[in-house]
């Protein structure tokens, strides 16, 4: 059976890894994802998990370097959502491990190690490809409920 949905619109975007560029990304994301008619909760999910990500990006991926974010969006005519955010950074050894709720590399102690559970918790399907050296490409899939399911 064919896939019957179609791409509605699209975008793409790059920050540098700056941390005030964090609630930029998420702004941008609301209002994107906005035209097609959320709920709240829908909309405050992926603020949340693009924010978990890009975080991610900025805290980890480059370190004390700076880098570039790379965010895209799609969304498709099933009312399904599709989100990636890349960077060109260290990348992760082990993805299995930092998916683990709690694990972290920062050794300041100021971060909880609870990114990846946060994206995974708020999205639907969540991907991650990783190269050491290379960078990280995460994934995340939001299907939005039809207006009238509310």
């Known amino acids: ?27 941008v994301f609301s209002a994107f ?23 991610n990006c900025i805290v980890h991926a480059y370190k004390e370097k700076h880098g570039t974010v790379y965010i895209s969006g799609k969304y498709y005519s099933d009312r399904t959502v599709e989100i990636k ?8 050894p082990d993805v299995k491990q930092a998916m683990e709720p709690l694990y972290t590399t920062d050794k300041t102690g100021e971060r909880g190690g609870m990114g990846f559970a946060i994206m995974n918790s708020f999205t639907d399907k969540l991907k991650i490809k990783s190269e050491v050296g290379k960078g990280t490409c995460i994934t995340m899939i939001k299907h939005l409920k039809n207006n009238a399911e509310d």
């Open 1 to 27: 059976m064919k896939d019957k949905r179609t791409l509605i619109n699209e975008f793409k975007m790059q920050i540098p890894s700056n941390s005030i560029n964090e609630g930029f990304s998420r702004k």
């Open 33 to 55: 994802v906005s035209m097609i008619d959320p709920t709240l909760s829908e909309l405050a999910d992926i603020r949340t998990a693009v924010s978990e990500a890009v975080t």
């Open 85 to 92: 955010i890349k960077d060109k950074g260290c990348g992760i």
